[in-house]
């Protein structure tokens, strides 16, 4: 691969807040100028593509601050710290959609958005949902509505902007290549 | 849809940065309480899925400072200020790979992490490439270089985690729907 790299002459933290630190790095470039970089540090992130037995795919509807509005995704959350994201899939699966699973399967991980981020997601499948008898409560200021579909509504949805994040046209795809129907 | 709005109560500006700004909203929950969402506002982005007339994929590989290592991904950048997705689309392709295009589809868009960020990214498809005569140059702190893989190659990259975000990895699943070979 190409030496590309970069060279940290100096970083400053600009803010250190409850789930993303944000940091401005001068760097030397590999044509020995200076540049800065706006780097967002993130803990990094989990999401399931979770089948139900009628061959539904769920998801959850939740505002979006950042974006002033609802989206349908599949079910995500952070990593907490020092936490496998295994574990994390799980909880978070068993939080947001009142399932749980044994068998998690991980399909990819990818970076989100590598020019300004280093959030990475892991992205996990299942289709041995089991439901909980006691529904797991979120987190205090999370509220998220239940939505199961099949991959064609999943694909109207989609069409409509409805679900419109990186994640969740992953999936939508991942699913169309193993052939759901 | 539900009705989860988070209506505002307070903007804090944290940052006004070249390619972002950071903000910290203070909101009003569907319980009424209160909490605080960190927002990042990026101005958009574009990517290009381009075939070459050999049946390969054109990529780039740069280094990614938030995540200290290169990476090799479709065509991408930032969206100038006032500038059509389409128009942003054709010129990231010119200056990054050298070919031109008269023909560019609209595959879809999607936003990258709507958790914390409102960057949307579009996504554009292109099998019709025309060489540049005369290169066009690169922003002044940008180093990228060409790399031209078939499907089956790109998929190793995946595995090996050189491919390895959002938009590349969906662009690897679009090209197999498509029936690439």
Do not use: C, W
């Amino acid at each position: 691969m190409a030496n590309f790299e970069e060279k940290t002459i100096n970083t400053k933290s600009i803010y250190q807040g409850k789930i993303i630190n944000v940091q401005v790095d001068e760097v030397s470039l590999p044509n020995g100028k200076t540049s800065k970089r706006e780097l967002v540090k993130h803990p990094g992130a989990v999401a399931v593509i979770a089948i139900t037995d009628e061959n539904k795919i769920i998801f959850v509807e939740q505002f979006r601050k950042p974006l002033e509005k609802n989206l349908v995704e599949i079910p995500a959350g952070k990593l907490e710290p020092g936490e496998k994201p295994e574990v994390s899939a799980k909880r978070e699966l068993e939080e947001e959609t009142g399932y749980t699973t044994d068998k998690l399967e991980l399909v990819t991980s990818f970076y989100t958005s590598p020019g300004f981020a280093d959030e990475l997601i892991y992205i996990y499948y299942t289709d041995k949902l089991i439901p909980l008898d006691t529904p797991k409560g979120l987190d205090e200021d999370e509220f998220v509505e239940l939505v199961e579909l099949s991959l064609q509504e999943a694909e109207s949805y989609m069409e409509q902007q409805k679900i419109h994040d990186a994640k969740t046209a992953y999936a939508i795809n991942y699913l169309k290549l193993k052939g759901m129907r």
